[in-house]
């Protein structure tokens, strides 16, 4: 589930801004790529509560921010995890891959370019691509 984001109180702000907009459910949700049963689901606790461009594009169908659908204050900008994508959760990236981007992530600028330093000198050049060698058909 989503940190600091309690699936009740979401469900619970995303009906009332769907209320106060006079927006069906289903506009609202098939504009940020959610099922049409999510926010059922969301009320019960089977889903978690959307990441990344899914919630960006659900404030925006529902004309309010990210930081009002979470729970904070609409001023205040939401955390960045919020808005990244839940890669590790989908199964693209193995443990350490999923817990070294999460620790780049919490880095500023300048740290997550010396950490790119660091990795590339570490790692030596990229290996050449192999390449195929000519067919030689025809001779013996």
Do not use: N
């Not at 289903?26 to 978690?48: N, Y």
């Not at 839940?86 to 817990?99: F, I, M």
């Not at 780049?104 to 300048?110: A, I, K, M, T, W």
């Amino acid at each position: 589930m989503t940190e600091g984001a309690i699936p009740g109180p979401v469900a619970e702000r995303i009906e009332a801004r769907l209320e106060r907009m006079d927006i069906l459910p289903e506009t609202a949700l098939k504009a940020a790529g959610l099922s049409p049963d999510f926010l059922e689901k969301l009320r019960r606790g089977q889903v978690s509560v959307p990441r990344g461009q899914k919630l960006v594009k659900l404030a925006e169908a529902l004309g309010t921010s990210v930081s009002y659908l979470v729970g904070l204050d609409p001023d205040t900008p939401p955390p960045q995890d919020l808005l990244e994508e839940d890669q590790g959760s989908l199964g693209l990236l193995a443990g350490d891959e999923d817990a070294l981007l999460r620790a780049y992530r919490r880095l500023d600028v300048s740290s997550r370019a010396a950490a790119v330093h660091v990795m590339l000198k570490m790692a030596g050049p990229e290996p050449e691509p192999e390449r195929k060698k000519a067919s030689r058909s025809g001779r013996s």
